[in-house]
């Protein structure tokens, strides 16, 4: 089977950073992916790994390392719109399902 | 970036009836489409991959004759909820890949409420 182990919950101020850890059991490992799902909407793309290392994008980074299975998001600069659950997800190839952690709502206070 | 629909938003009806739930690929052709539910404050739980013209590949656990899906064409594909009851109320969200990308781009959800 597959399980990915996340933090339930973090919180921060504004201007902070923020680290989310994600631990995963898998077989057919391609990638790690992250998502970002304010409260009523739907999941949004945020980063894909499938080599160790790390991948920037603006305010947010995703580590991965595939020796450990384990992998992290890092929110950068934290805004107030930042607010929101985050989930790592496991995937096959391109073109497959992705099966999710169970989320970490972040929750950023001014 | 890729465009995926989902219609409706919301539903409410009646337990007993059956609710239809569309999502589309609408700058892509997509051979597979992925089914989630959702419940509040959880995880996506995937239910099923929608395989075009052919039978829909359903998780463990999930009835194939409660949830029907219908993937008639490469840019569409279709959930029933058959025979509803409250405890099918759910954020369902339906979601897509580009061919050779390893994102996958999803719909804006459908929230069902069964009375």
């Known amino acids: 089977g597959q399980s990915l182990e996340q933090p339930s919950e973090v919180t921060a101020v504004e201007g902070a950073i923020v680290q989310i850890n994600c631990t995963y059991q898998?077989?057919?490992?391609?990638?790690l992916s992250w998502y970002q799902q304010h409260d009523g909407g739907a999941p949004t793309f945020l980063s894909y790994?499938?080599?160790?290392g790390l991948e920037e994008t603006g305010r947010f980074s995703s580590f991965l390392s595939r020796s450990d299975s384990y992998g992290y998001l890092l929110l950068q600069e934290l805004q107030m719109k930042d607010s929101a659950s985050y989930f790592c997800a496991v995937g096959g190839q391109a073109g497959t399902a992705l099966i999710f952690g169970k989320g970490t709502t972040l929750s950023v206070s001014s | 970036g890729a465009v995926v629909s989902q219609h409706p938003s919301w539903v409410i009806c009646k337990s007993g009836t059956s609710v239809k739930i569309e999502c589309r690929s609408l700058?892509?052709?997509?051979?597979?489409m992925f089914w989630y539910r959702q419940f509040p404050k959880q995880s996506l739980m995937l239910m099923a991959t929608s395989n075009e013209g052919s039978k829909a590949t359903y998780e463990q656990g999930v009835e194939k004759d409660k949830f029907l899906i219908n993937h008639a064409s490469l840019t569409l594909s279709t959930l029933t909820v058959t025979s509803a009851h409250p405890e099918d109320s759910s954020f369902y969200i339906c979601?897509?890949?580009?061919?050779?990308?390893?994102?996958?781009?999803f719909g804006s959800g459908t929230q069902l409420s069964v009375l």
């Open positions: 979601s897509a890949s580009p061919p050779g990308l390893e994102k996958l781009f």
């Open positions: 700058d892509f052709q997509a051979t597979t």
């Open positions: 898998t077989s057919g490992f391609y990638g």
């Open positions: 790994n499938a080599l160790d």
